[in-house]
């Protein structure tokens, strides 16, 4: 499975977009983007999953790049509850064993 | 209300005690998971099953055991062979090896 690079940290303002960028260079054509969120000491949460266009559901939207080298996860309005580490993975969905590589993620921390 | 139930939340054992953490699903998933979580750390998979009566070796399994005799659920059992059982143990389900893992809420295991 692809690596990921994520910034460690970052703040939002309350209200606002939070933009969670993903760098997934080395991904291969079979491998699917997938998001997840671990609200401290909870078990992580699905948010959403892509392979090449973009997807939005009732929770965020993921845009990945036309080259698929990178991703975004938008929260539209961020509110204090989604303060988390967020963690982006990319997968192949024939993988022999269905297993997640977690990496360090992303702890977004929004502001009121 | 569907879902993963794990229990319990907490789990306290002395070193030299074999110890086993629950994990029960109604979601009709075929595929289960259990991953450890350290400290700062990503998840790393221990033991997966992809249909009842069959598991596999993830990552990590040396000095933990499963079973899965039921698709509902997916026992852990932490053995005294395992050197640092101290974590935060987390089970998850998906519909198949393909698709969305979703996960419960977590043991935290805690060896004196």
């Known amino acids: 499975d692809a690596k990921t690079t994520q910034p460690p940290s970052m703040d939002c303002a309350e209200g606002r977009a939070a933009n969670l960028p993903c760098n997934h260079s080395?991904?291969?054509?079979?491998?699917?983007v997938y998001w997840y969120r671990q609200i401290h000491s909870q078990g992580p949460q699905y948010i959403i999953h892509?392979?090449?266009n973009n997807e939005t559901n009732e929770m965020a939207s993921l845009i990945i790049t036309e080259d698929r080298k990178s991703s975004t996860l938008i929260l539209p309005h961020a509110t204090l509850r989604d303060t988390a580490v967020y963690y982006c993975?990319?997968?192949?969905?024939?993988?022999?064993?269905?297993?997640?590589?977690f990496g360090q993620g992303t702890t977004l921390q929004v502001k009121p | 209300d569907g879902g993963i139930t794990q229990s319990p939340k907490y789990l306290f054992r002395k070193e030299g005690q074999n110890v086993t953490l629950s994990c029960e699903q109604n979601?009709?998933?075929?595929?289960m998971y259990w991953y450890r979580q350290d400290p700062g750390q990503g998840l790393r998979l221990i033991y997966y099953s992809q249909i009842v009566n069959d598991f596999q070796k993830g990552d990590i399994a040396e000095g933990y055991s499963v079973s899965r005799e039921k698709k509902e659920s997916f026992p852990l059992t932490v053995t005294s062979a395992q050197k640092n059982p101290t974590a935060f143990y987390l089970c998850a389900s998906s519909i198949s090896r393909a698709t969305e893992a979703f996960f419960g809420q977590g043991t935290r295991l805690t060896v004196v």
């Open positions: 080395t991904i291969s054509g079979n491998e699917y």
């Open positions: 892509g392979l090449k």
């Open positions: 979601l009709n998933h075929d595929a």
């Open positions: 993975i990319v997968r192949v969905h024939s993988s022999n064993t269905g297993k997640l590589i």
